[in-house]
């Protein structure tokens, strides 16, 4: 106003006010006020528009620049307060009016970069960023105040929801629940979710992928940037790491890509239904899974009514549903089947009952994990080098336009192409690396977990929920494969290890399964 004031040929018309909306990052287009003004210039309701600088009308420089050229051809005067009037009469005025804008465009993207840079170095260092806290924490003040007196908050674990968010856990780990059977049983238990409504599959989903819960914060989540805290925060663990991993394994491995991909492993889709062994059980003829089937019976009682009976089986997919030309049975008898399971598996719980595994769990952490995490550190060097050579790269960009850089701008242009795709490869490594190293530390964990509840499996198992009895099965047996006289039990590699008899045990058959 300031500026209109001292122009005694100018007078106030009409202010353009625009909140909240990124000049960057979202075209001319899609900005009402723009289009407001370009309305009314062609109306004729003013001859000259005013910013306090031209980025005002936009920083994109394959865009704003001809935002202007569009009001300076309807003959509108362009002002800013910094930087006079902008002319567009010959060349040099549109060479001027495109390299402000393209100055303003990088300006952009480096605060961008700079803004990227400094909440992920807070991530790292495992301070709050501020906004909405996941399910199952809080904030409190810190009794740190900031520059301008105002008290910092802090992330703190909310006892109350945390035990929510431990029992979400739990059902997918004990229990084998998928995220819709877990947000179905919240909504029966009456449990609020954060927004106190009902639990959905997505906020269950939300509550198991996020690696808050097991003491790391992240920024950028789920995208090709993301970060994670280095160090745990001890404080803001809910759920063990181990316990989290696995979870994640499950969840991965259930997904309908890799249960197609992993057709030749033994995945545990769901713990519905009434047979244990479903989804580690196969027929040895064709490969194909066994799966559940009904054998209804119908009896004549004396007084003359009828009563139907329906009984669970195994049955080969492949055959069923003339898949394969198996030579196997189509029906096994279900009983049988799981009684041989269990006479196995009970016996072999006694004899690892019976060795002390101690020496050994520490024997195999060094073995399995020992490579693991000399190939995740040699890959994060790498990429951490890899990101530093981009960097200064990008940072020779203006120097090679400016013709101050050894390189062409083309030529810059396919290095960093280059060295981008270089840095995808390496995050894609590294992302593989810290998978397999997570996958041993699980599987430790699991035989840590089973030398302390040995002595009690059993117990457990015949007082557990089909469910329980089906995720715990999952966890001692690789497979199960039937044939017409044998059954085939292949337990898990990490157990079996320490048994001198081998991997495999069968269990002949004195008559068919049928």
């Not at 109350?160 to 947000?183: H, S, T, W």
Request: charged content about 30%.
């Amino acid at each position: 106003m300031d500026f209109i004031n001292k122009r005694d040929d100018w007078e106030f018309v009409k202010e353009y006010v625009e909140k909240g909306v990124s000049g960057y990052k979202v075209t001319a287009s899609n900005r009402d006020i723009i289009q407001k003004a370009r309305a009314d210039a062609e109306n004729g309701l003013f001859d000259v528009l005013l910013v306090y600088m031209f980025d005002r009308l936009g920083r994109r420089d394959d865009e704003t620049p001809f935002v202007l050229e569009w009001f300076v051809s309807q003959g509108i005067e362009m002002w800013s307060v910094k930087e006079g009037q902008q002319k567009i009469e010959d060349h040099t005025d549109k060479l001027i009016n495109y390299i402000r804008f393209w100055q303003s465009s990088g300006e952009s993207r480096k605060t961008s970069i700079r803004v990227n840079d400094k909440h992920a170095e807070m991530v790292k260092a495992g301070v709050y960023r501020g906004g909405t806290v996941p399910y199952g924490y809080k904030t409190v003040n810190s009794g740190v105040l900031n520059k301008k007196g105002k008290d910092l908050l802090k992330v703190v674990i909310d006892e109350e929801k945390a035990e929510i968010v431990k029992m979400i856990y739990d059902l997918v780990l004990e229990e084998g629940y998928g995220q819709n059977r877990i947000a179905g049983l919240l909504n029966t238990k009456g449990y609020p979710s954060k927004t106190d409504k009902k639990w959905s599959s997505a906020s269950v989903n939300t509550v198991l992928r996020n690696p808050m819960y097991k003491g790391y914060m992240t920024y950028n989540k789920g995208k090709e940037n993301e970060v994670t805290s280095k160090e745990q925060l001890v404080d803001l663990v809910i759920i063990d790491e181990e316990k989290w991993n696995k979870a994640q394994k499950i969840r991965e491995m259930r997904s309908p890509e890799n249960v197609k991909k992993n057709d030749g492993e033994s995945v545990i889709k769901t713990t519905k239904g009434i047979l244990m062994l479903v989804g580690i059980i196969k027929c040895g003829h064709c490969g194909y899974p066994l799966t559940t089937t009904y054998n209804k019976k119908t009896y004549v009682r004396k007084d003359g009514t009828k009563r139907v009976t329906s009984q669970a089986k195994y049955r080969c997919s492949g055959k069923a549903q003339m898949k394969t030309d198996c030579d196997g049975q189509t029906i096994y008898a279900s009983k049988k089947i799981e009684g041989i399971v269990l006479e196995e598996l009970f016996d072999y719980l006694q004899q690892l009952n019976q060795i002390d595994l101690t020496k050994q769990i520490q024997k195999l952490k060094k073995q399995n994990t020992n490579n693991e995490v000399k190939t995740l550190r040699k890959l994060e060097r790498e990429l951490d080098a890899a990101n530093l050579q981009l960097t200064k790269l990008n940072e020779e960009v203006i120097k090679s336009i400016m013709g101050q850089s050894h390189y062409s701008p083309e030529r810059l242009n396919n290095i960093i192409e280059s060295k981008e795709k270089e840095v995808k490869e390496l995050n894609k490594l590294v992302e593989e690396a810290q998978q397999e190293l997570d996958s041993k530390k699980i599987e430790l964990h699991e035989v840590e977990e089973l030398k302390k509840h040995i002595p009690i499996w059993r117990e457990v198992f015949e007082n557990a929920s089909s469910e329980k009895k089906k995720m715990m099965l999952s966890t001692v047996i690789e497979r199960v494969v039937v044939y017409k006289d044998n059954v085939e039990i292949t337990f898990k590699i990490n157990i079996n290890q320490f048994v001198k008899n081998g991997v495999v045990k069968k269990a002949q058959l004195d008559s068919q399964l049928s």
